[in-house]
């Protein structure tokens, strides 16, 4: 995924200042905090698989840094970062421990820029892969399963499900805004003329600020939700056709 250069205090603040703020909201509001207990999964699911897949792509390009460091796994506690996962639950964009990798480690078929790049694409397609594969799950349930209604633990069930493949597609969806330090910022590059990627390099720090503008002041939640509506729906479309439903 990313990771930030920034002050951790600031960013500690401000997340303590957005889950306050979050809580306080829902006082009195039990369906936004079962929303919230049911994200909760999917939170963890997609953070991962997706840093696992990072981890995955290096290691199969050469580089065995994330395998000595124990990220070749799908056990969350190797890849969830406290902070990144407050903030996927309470900002709706997170981040996990950041798969260290040394591209001079890449196998030279391609170069060290494709390799990054991708390094980079692996984490957005793994969990748009798993959104379509928690999609099939969640049309076999109510094809094989039609009392699920009058089931309190299937509707529990399948609200998780819902809610991870929402997540997952926005994980996704997010991480695609060619902006630093999110991974779509990397899987551009190389298609980019020379003299803009050291034009980019040389004011990154710049793109940084306007992440965090768009990010603070709901820019981007406003960018991406319409697409993540479109693909949430068009894999339902795929999942229903699928099971006749």
């Known amino acids: 995924m990313f990771n930030f250069s920034f002050d951790k205090k600031a960013i500690y603040i401000l997340i303590g200042i957005m889950v306050i703020w979050t809580l306080a909201s829902y006082?009195?509001?039990?369906g936004a905090l079962l929303g919230l207990l049911f994200t909760i999964p999917g939170v963890l699911i997609a953070i991962t698989f997706h840093e696992f897949a990072h981890a995955y792509a290096a290691d199969k390009l050469g580089d065995d840094t994330p395998r000595m460091q124990g990220r070749l796994s799908l056990n969350p506690k190797d890849h969830i970062d406290p902070l990144g996962f407050a903030m996927l639950l309470f900002a709706n964009?997170?981040?996990?421990?950041?798969?260290?990798?040394?591209?001079?480690?890449?196998?030279?078929?391609?170069?060290?820029?494709?390799?990054e790049a991708i390094v980079s694409v692996a984490g957005p397609l793994m969990n748009f892969f798993v959104a379509l594969i928690l999609t099939i799950i969640y049309c076999a349930i109510y094809k094989f399963a039609p009392q699920i209604n009058i089931n309190n633990v299937a509707i529990i069930i399948i609200n998780m499900i819902y809610y991870a493949i929402i997540v997952n597609i926005g994980l996704g969806v997010f991480n695609l805004i060619p902006l630093p330090p999110l991974d779509g910022s990397k899987i551009f590059m190389p298609f980019m003329p020379t003299n803009v990627k050291i034009w980019l390099q040389n004011n990154e720090r710049i793109f940084y600020m306007i992440f965090l503008f768009i990010w603070i002041f709901g820019i981007a939640g406003t960018i991406i939700s319409p697409i993540i509506r479109i693909i949430a729906t068009a894999f339902l479309k795929f999942g229903f056709v699928i099971f006749g439903l």
């Open 93 to 115: 964009i997170g981040w996990g421990k950041p798969v260290e990798i040394n591209s001079r480690n890449f196998n030279r078929d391609i170069s060290m820029e494709k390799a």
């Open 27 to 30: 006082i009195g509001n039990t």
